[in-house]
């Protein structure tokens, strides 16, 4: 049985779509040197710290620790983002031979990832927004009000996600 010249192309252009995914590999490896970026910053925010420890007010020093706390936040959202995002847009990870499995590792589809990123980004804004009202003094309330807005609006659209995301789930769940 011999296929028709529609066929073949039809695999041809089905090959070079789901080919195209390897595309993303190299956004993936530019987001592990960015990881690479974020680990050579932290030493120096440390050294900062510790330079500081003992002149420092109490205030500043709490600045600080959230501000390393926040590159560490950054640091795993990046994690999630390159080994997430390459299992389920890329290509499967093969880690059977090896302790190193994260525990959320093949169970972040798309919709999840989504809500993940979502409530880091709350998290990290959070963080952000507490160094601003701890710094108060330094900036005027409309800028103090557009940060809480803003913050506000990454609440309300992490729960927007994870409604939605919700109703996904309950729908197939249910067989609709």
């Known amino acids: 049985m011999s296929t028709t010249p529609t066929k073949k192309i039809e695999v041809f252009v ?7 995914r390897w595309l993303q590999a190299p956004l993936y490896i530019g987001l592990v040197v960015v990881l690479g970026v974020v680990v050579v910053k932290f030493p120096f925010k440390i050294w900062d710290l510790m330079s500081k420890a003992i002149t420092a007010e109490e205030a500043d020093l709490v600045l600080a620790v959230l ?3 926040d590159l560490i936040m950054v640091a795993n959202l990046v994690v999630m983002v390159i080994i997430s995002g390459y299992e389920n847009f890329v290509s499967h990870i093969d880690v059977d031979g090896t302790r190193d499995r994260l525990a959320w590792f093949g169970k972040l589809d798309a919709g999840s990832l989504k809500i993940k990123l979502a409530s880091s980004i709350v998290a990290i804004s959070s963080i952000h927004l507490l160094q601003r009202f701890l710094e108060a003094g330094d900036y005027d309330n409309s800028k103090l009000y557009a940060l809480v807005v803003m913050h506000m609006a990454f609440v309300v659209s992490a729960l927007m996600l994870t409604y939605i995301d919700k109703i996904a789930y309950e729908k197939k769940a249910g067989g609709h």
């Open 67 to 69: 501000s390393l706390v």
């Open 14 to 20: 089905e090959r070079i779509v789901m080919g195209s």
